[in-house]
């Protein structure tokens, strides 16, 4: 029984049948970057519009725009325009919605290359803040973008400029302003660290004010530090470490950020090392030092830099000397070959943090940048991949049937308009034995992983996006009724609260 269920228990999708949609259908933000350098970068690393797969992203971001040095407007620094192309990358973003009507489409100015010296200048200045913010209204409507994304890197913290915090308030709070009669939308991207955090942004009026904040939730170690770190950590090394996304995530919401407002970044992309003793038996995260100077991938050509694509293109050549290896501690796979290292997100590093934005209820995720993931399938899929999948699927499958086989919880399954463990040992396809069965039940459908050879990492997050939610709903749907059985059963709310958290804590 339990063999069949995993083959046929999928990764959920709340989709009503037949829906017209284009794209995601789980409900959750996901914000695709895509990088306009990609186009330019050699080989199989060179990324157009047409390798694009607008059906995984609810939002398409392109970067960058930057301020005029004179004017401090918003004014295009890619330089397609130089070679004669005009708006041929803008207008063909915006023809995507054509075909994918479900997409918006932003425009980001900034970016760590553009610095802060110029936001800071027009930010100070009211008259200087009006001049840009009637600039951008100009520029969203002549190229019909949906909305911004000020991705100013970073205010205060870069500069150690204090009075960028409040000007970066009155910024946002006049551009969401006048954006109000053109129904756009303002997103910004904001740095993770508590540092930066705490530096640089007023989070209760930003929240006011903001569509979205978008947590650059990366790069929080690199070689710069001198010590072996991790990229992007999903938990610390010790509990008094707050370099990691669990530690940002539970900041910006005790801070009075709405979650729906929160869009978790994910990194497509890994940091490169060279120790510096290349004898080092074992390395350790946050003790190991390192060399100052990396090395480069074949398409990014960025000392330390590797995009996913640099990174699996490795594996899959079977002659590779690179050693794969999983840090517990932080949830992250990492790369050894002699004095060099990788710490990278996978499949399984992704699934994980896709999983606790969903635990906190975040608005959705996002990727930087979609130009580095496997978008054209060119790579094996990583042995942690079967891991997600099976252990994942399985450890849902005992959760399912404990409530499919539990008579006081089988009123989850009817309240959620899901199938019974037996319905869908029925549905399995005896004839072919596939695995990517379709089986409905009233208004969902239930699907197997994704098996598309391509973009390994944003299939991942439509994929585990799905079954993180319908877990979360179940046992939700589970506290519920089991609060209401005590309820009713006349019980303390001491007692229930304790009953309902002990049968949380046995169904997690």
Same mark, same amino acid.
């Given at each position: 029984?339990?063999?069949?269920?995993?083959?046929?228990?999928?990764?959920?999708?709340? *989709?009503?049948?037949? *829906?017209?949609?284009?794209?995601?259908?789980?409900?959750?933000?996901?914000? *695709?970057?895509?990088?306009?350098?990609?186009?330019?970068?050699?080989?199989?690393?060179?990324?157009?519009? !047409?390798?694009?797969?607008?059906?995984?992203?609810?939002?398409?971001?392109?970067?960058?725009?930057?301020?005029?040095?004179?004017?401090?407007?918003?004014?295009?620094?890619?330089?397609?325009?130089?070679?004669? %192309?005009?708006?041929?990358?803008?207008?063909?973003?915006?023809?995507?919605?054509?075909?994918?009507?479900?997409?918006?489409?932003?425009?980001?100015?900034?970016?760590?290359? /553009?610095?802060? /010296?110029?936001?800071?200048?027009?930010?100070?200045?009211?008259?200087?803040?009006?001049?840009?913010?009637?600039?951008?209204? /100009?520029?969203?409507?002549?190229?019909?973008?949906?909305?911004?994304?000020?991705?100013?890197?970073?205010?205060?913290?870069?500069?150690?400029?204090?009075?960028?915090?409040?000007?970066?308030?009155?910024?946002?709070?006049?551009?969401?302003? &006048?954006?109000?009669? +053109?129904?756009?939308?303002?997103?910004?991207?904001?740095?993770?660290?508590?540092?930066?955090?705490?530096?640089?942004?007023?989070?209760?009026?930003?929240?006011? %004010?903001?569509?979205?904040?978008?947590?650059?939730?990366?790069?929080?170690?690199?070689?710069?530090?001198?010590?072996?770190?991790?990229? &992007?950590?999903?938990?610390?090394?010790?509990?008094?470490?707050?370099?990691?996304?669990?530690?940002?995530?539970? %900041?910006?919401?005790?801070?009075?950020?709405?979650?729906?407002?929160?869009?978790?970044?994910?990194?497509?992309?890994?940091?490169? +090392?060279?120790?510096?003793?290349?004898?080092?038996?074992?390395?350790?995260?946050?003790?190991?030092?390192?060399?100052?100077?990396?090395?480069?991938?074949?398409?990014?050509?960025?000392?330390?830099?590797?995009? +996913?694509?640099? !990174?699996?293109?490795?594996?899959?050549?079977?002659?590779?000397?690179?050693?794969?290896?999983?840090?517990?501690?932080?949830?992250?796979?990492?790369?050894?070959?002699?004095?060099?290292? !990788?710490?990278?997100?996978?499949?399984?590093? !992704?699934?994980?943090?896709?999983?606790?934005?969903?635990?906190?209820?975040?608005?959705?995720?996002?990727?930087?940048?979609?130009?580095?993931?496997?978008?054209?399938?060119?790579?094996?899929?990583?042995?942690?991949?079967?891991?997600?999948?099976?252990?994942?699927?399985?450890?849902?499958?005992?959760?399912?049937?404990?409530?499919?086989?539990?008579?006081?919880?089988?009123?989850?399954?009817?309240?959620?308009?899901?199938?019974?463990?037996? %319905?869908?040992?029925?549905?399995?396809?005896?004839?072919?034995? &596939?695995?990517?069965?379709?089986?409905?039940?009233?208004?969902?459908?239930?699907?197997?992983?994704?098996?598309?050879?391509?973009?390994?990492?944003?299939?991942?997050?439509?994929?585990?996006?799905?079954?993180?939610?319908?877990?979360?709903?179940?046992?939700? /749907?589970?506290?519920?009724?089991?609060?209401?059985?005590?309820?009713?059963?006349?019980?303390?709310?001491?007692?229930?609260?304790?009953?309902?958290?002990?049968?949380?804590?046995?169904?997690?």
């Amino acid at each position: 029984m339990m063999d069949k269920i995993l083959l046929l228990l999928p990764f959920l999708a709340a *989709c009503v049948l037949n *829906c017209d949609t284009t794209g995601p259908t789980h409900g959750k933000v996901v914000m *695709c970057y895509i990088a306009s350098w990609a186009t330019y970068r050699p080989g199989a690393g060179e990324f157009d519009l !047409i390798d694009l797969n607008p059906e995984l992203c609810t939002h398409i971001v392109y970067t960058f725009t930057g301020l005029d040095e004179n004017t401090l407007t918003i004014k295009s620094i890619d330089s397609a325009l130089e070679k004669g %192309y005009s708006n041929a990358g803008y207008k063909s973003l915006v023809a995507l919605k054509e075909k994918f009507p479900h997409l918006k489409i932003f425009i980001a100015v900034g970016g760590w290359n /553009e610095g802060t /010296e110029k936001f800071s200048k027009m930010a100070a200045n009211p008259d200087l803040r009006a001049r840009f913010i009637e600039s951008v209204v /100009e520029f969203l409507k002549l190229h019909n973008f949906d909305g911004l994304d000020l991705h100013w890197k970073y205010p205060v913290t870069r500069d150690d400029k204090p009075e960028d915090r409040p000007n970066f308030v009155s910024l946002i709070k006049e551009l969401k302003e &006048a954006f109000i009669p +053109y129904s756009y939308f303002l997103i910004s991207a904001i740095g993770s660290t508590k540092y930066t955090l705490d530096q640089a942004y007023d989070l209760p009026q930003l929240n006011r %004010y903001l569509d979205h904040m978008i947590v650059l939730c990366y790069d929080y170690h690199g070689s710069w530090e001198g010590i072996l770190g991790v990229n &992007a950590p999903l938990y610390g090394l010790n509990e008094d470490d707050v370099l990691n996304v669990d530690y940002t995530l539970r %900041y910006l919401l005790s801070h009075g950020v709405t979650p729906g407002k929160i869009v978790l970044g994910l990194p497509f992309f890994g940091h490169g +090392y060279i120790l510096s003793d290349p004898g080092t038996r074992n390395v350790e995260f946050g003790v190991s030092p390192i060399r100052m100077e990396s090395f480069q991938g074949p398409y990014t050509k960025e000392d330390g830099l590797l995009g +996913y694509n640099e !990174i699996c293109k490795e594996l899959t050549d079977k002659s590779s000397k690179w050693t794969r290896h999983w840090h517990e501690q932080s949830s992250t796979p990492y790369l050894r070959d002699g004095e060099r290292v !990788i710490t990278y997100d996978n499949t399984r590093s !992704i699934a994980l943090k896709v999983k606790k934005a969903v635990e906190y209820n975040l608005g959705g995720v996002m990727a930087w940048s979609v130009d580095t993931d496997d978008f054209k399938g060119s790579c094996e899929k990583e042995v942690d991949y079967v891991s997600v999948s099976y252990s994942t699927l399985h450890e849902f499958a005992q959760r399912y049937n404990r409530i499919a086989n539990n008579p006081v919880l089988e009123g989850i399954l009817k309240n959620r308009n899901l199938p019974s463990a037996a %319905y869908l040992d029925r549905q399995t396809n005896r004839q072919t034995g &596939a695995t990517d069965v379709v089986t409905r039940s009233k208004n969902r459908i239930w699907l197997t992983e994704s098996q598309s050879p391509n973009y390994a990492l944003l299939h991942t997050i439509d994929d585990i996006m799905h079954l993180a939610m319908e877990e979360k709903g179940i046992t939700d /749907e589970m506290i519920r009724l089991l609060t209401e059985k005590s309820d009713i059963s006349g019980q303390s709310n001491k007692n229930s609260s304790i009953y309902t958290m002990v049968c949380y804590f046995c169904f997690i």
